[in-house]
């Protein structure tokens, strides 16, 4: 049996400079809180907690006063920063470059948009930390669509400009500026430029992982996809593998893998999500190695 991890698995730049930040200030400070889980990794926010890192929500944001917290990577509303200065807040600012960049082009378009009386549409999961910061952007008019049935919340006879949540799966994106033109058409009978702009945000660490994955995914006999439940890019670069190896299965940690999946003579490829830490993947390697001698038993 041979078991491999793939490559260019692991953090994105943005979720790794996040962390960073938060080990280097705990290195100097006795407290140091996070507005919301710093990465969608149970297993990586357990460590950073041990390290003593606080995760708060919003609620409880609002009652700190005179201390350090961190903004992650998905970004943030206006509203967090408003909420700093009147509670005299140090905000230790780890929003991916990415996100910001996108956050400013969401508040550009919609004072175009507002102009115009049309709409920001935003690609991406409701709640989701990063939608929450760019609908911020948008004094919470965006329209955050996610499946056909979302389209209903959009009004076809209005000019539309369309934006993705960056770890958004590009197919998805494009499928949904595919639809939306086709209502654009049925509604107004033409389409053209002044009806819908599509922006195309999904950062590309993210989206040229799918064809890697997909390349990683047919060269294995059975895929181990490691990532956190709550991870919505997790849950797009699995589909990846799973529609190229249907021998693909998502877990959390090693304590899920169960061993029939897996045969003696496989070649098993490890792989994850951009917020799958690398020593999480290792130690899947590692445990998987450490049962194939059971594996020989079991399936002899």
């Known amino acids: 049996m041979e078991v491999i991890i793939d490559k260019n698995s692991g953090y994105c730049f943005g979720v790794e400079f996040a962390?960073?930040?938060?080990?280097?200030?705990?290195?100097?400070?006795?407290?140091?809180?996070?507005?919301?889980?710093?990465?969608?990794?149970?297993?990586?926010?357990?460590r950073?907690?041990?390290?003593?890192?606080i995760v708060i929500d919003r609620d409880q944001l609002q009652q700190l006063n005179n201390c350090k917290v961190l903004i992650r990577a998905h970004g943030e509303p206006p509203e967090t920063y408003r909420t700093a200065i009147e509670n005299n807040l140090e905000l230790i600012d780890a929003?991916?470059?990415?996100?910001?960049?996108?956050?400013?082009?969401?508040?550009?378009?919609f004072d175009k948009m507002e102009k115009e009386k049309g709409q920001i549409v935003i690609y991406g999961k409701k709640g989701h930390a990063e939608v929450i910061g760019l609908?911020?952007?948008t004094m919470e008019k965006a329209i955050v669509v996610m499946e056909d049935k979302d389209l209903d919340k959009i009004d076809f006879s209005k000019p539309i400009t369309l934006f993705s949540q960056t770890t958004k799966s590009t197919k998805g994106f494009y499928d949904l500026k595919s639809k939306i033109e086709e209502k654009i058409k049925a509604e107004k009978g033409v389409l053209n430029e002044v009806d819908f702009n599509a922006n195309d945000s999904i950062c590309r660490q993210v989206s040229n992982r799918?064809?890697?994955?997909?390349?990683?995914?047919?060269?294995?006999?059975?895929?181990?996809?490691?990532?956190?439940?709550?991870?919505?890019?997790?849950?797009?670069?699995y589909q990846v593998c799973k529609n190229?190896?249907?021998?693909?299965?998502?877990?959390?940690?090693?304590?899920?893998?169960?061993?029939?999946?897996?045969?003696?003579?496989d070649k098993v490829g490890i792989c994850g999500a951009t917020s799958t830490p690398m020593w999480l993947m290792e130690q899947v390697l590692r445990y998987i190695q450490s049962m194939e001698k059971e594996l020989v038993l079991e399936k002899s």
């Open 210 to 237: 799918e064809p890697q994955l997909s390349k990683f995914a047919g060269e294995n006999d059975v895929i181990i996809f490691v990532s956190g439940k709550k991870s919505s890019n997790g849950k797009a670069l």
């Open 135 to 137: 609908t911020g952007q």
């Open 244 to 265: 190229i190896n249907p021998k693909s299965y998502f877990v959390e940690n090693e304590t899920e893998i169960d061993l029939s999946w897996i045969n003696p003579q």
């Open 95 to 109: 929003s991916c470059p990415v996100v910001l960049k996108l956050q400013h082009r969401v508040k550009t378009a």
């Open 48 to 53: 950073l907690n041990q390290k003593g890192l």
């Open 19 to 46: 962390i960073k930040m938060a080990e280097d200030e705990m290195e100097v400070s006795d407290k140091l809180y996070c507005l919301g889980d710093i990465v969608h990794n149970d297993m990586e926010v357990k």
